[in-house]
């Protein structure tokens, strides 16, 4: 049976000029039954397009800051390192899949990109603007959990897992601040971050704020989320 093609865009390391990508993300993808294609990253609007087009779903992964710029605000001292190439790549790519309906998913970085393009803004870093006693900047292993979440009912993420609490493991210091226009939130955390996303006017949209691309092997409910994901892009 013919896999579906999923784009899963690039991981940078500026300093070295680099691409790379971390296994979990191809396996996952691999896994789950489709075929992950690590993409360039260009800003040519062309090839952009033509990428959306020849794909059949797009993995926004984790890595740097989302820059304040795409969100409207001033970059405050505490922010991370930020790739301007990447935002730029993304918010086009963003924006063709979503007018082509097709499925996307977006892992940490990939959540909070979703939610800066949308019209929604970002904590830039945690401890300074949004200080808690939960653990979001865990240390390994990645792949065993620091939280829970909370599931709203009657959203896509609780009628795929049928749970109303998920321990998630979690790796970020920056967040959903203010939701975006056209976002529903799918999933809160204890100290009431939105830790998940979704577009209800899209067939599949969504963002984690977790990472099943480090919890796939071992956690049954990241499996299912890779799989629902593959199997909208079909």
């Known amino acids: 049976m013919k896999r579906p093609v999923i784009g899963v865009v690039p991981l940078i390391d500026v300093e070295k000029g680099s691409y790379w990508m971390l296994p979990g993300y191809m396996e996952g993808i691999r896994q789950a039954g489709g075929l992950p294609m690590m993409m360039p990253l260009t800003g040519d609007r062309n090839e952009i397009r033509q990428m959306a087009e020849m794909m059949d ?6 890595g740097h800051d989302v820059s304040p710029s795409v969100y409207g605000q001033e970059e405050k001292k505490w922010c991370g390192e930020c790739c301007p190439e990447r935002d730029e790549m993304e918010k086009v790519l963003f924006w063709d899949a979503m007018e082509m309906d097709k499925p ?4 940490c970085r990939g959540i909070q990109l979703l939610n800066a393009l949308m019209g929604g803004t970002l904590y830039q870093d945690l401890d300074k603007e949004h200080p808690s006693d939960v653990i979001h900047h ?14 709203i009912e009657d959203t896509p993420l609780y009628e795929l ?19 975006g226009t056209g976002l529903c939130s799918m999933a809160v955390s204890e100290d009431g971050l ?7 006017d899209k067939p599949f949209v ?17 499996q299912a989320v890779l799989r629902e994901f593959t199997a909208y892009c079909k």
Do not use: M
């Open 57 to 62: 779903g797009f993995l926004f992964t984790g």
């Open 104 to 107: 996307i998913l977006g892992i």
């Open 138 to 151: 865990q240390k390994p292993p990645y792949d065993v959990p620091s939280h829970q979440v909370e599931i």
């Open 161 to 179: 897992l049928k749970v109303r609490k998920l321990a998630v493991n979690s790796y970020h210091h920056q967040a959903v601040r203010k939701l």
């Open 194 to 200: 939105i830790e998940a996303v979704y577009v209800p």
């Open 206 to 222: 969504w963002g984690v704020q977790w990472h099943p691309e480090f919890s796939y092997l071992s956690d049954q409910h990241s």
